[in-house]
């Protein structure tokens, strides 16, 4: 059974970076579709970004040119670096693979304070 654990959340003033990572255990050779969801307190779950089986990537309006996607050496790793964050980026962030019926890991807490 697959399953999604994030790593690298915390907390970071205004300006700052961090970089998510997202492992998909119980895969051979990684996972082809992989996204990256956020949810802040109150509000629905939201898609940040997504990369293809052909590496294409794209980001919701919000991140664009400051949050980038990428994989590891193989495919199952997934990062997902934050820069210049901003307080309302503060989340939970999860990495998703349901197009293959995996369901959401535990998430990584990122906080920015002003």
């Known amino acids: 059974q697959v399953r999604l654990v994030e790593s690298g959340g915390g907390m970071v003033q205004a300006g700052g970076s961090l970089r998510l990572s997202c492992i998909s255990y119980?895969?051979?050779?990684?996972?082809?579709?992989m996204a990256w969801y956020r949810q802040a307190p109150g509000k629905e779950r939201e898609l940040v970004a997504t990369i293809t089986t052909n590496e294409v990537t794209n980001y919701a309006d919000s991140v664009k040119g400051r949050f980038t996607l990428s994989r590891g050496d193989t495919k199952k790793t997934v990062f997902l670096q934050l820069n210049s964050l901003k307080p309302e980026n503060t989340a939970v962030y999860y990495c998703?693979?349901?197009?293959?019926?995996?369901?959401w890991g535990q998430g990584a807490q990122v906080t920015v304070s002003s």
């Open positions: 998703d693979a349901r197009v293959y019926g995996v369901t």
């Open positions: 119980g895969t051979s050779h990684g996972l082809n579709f």
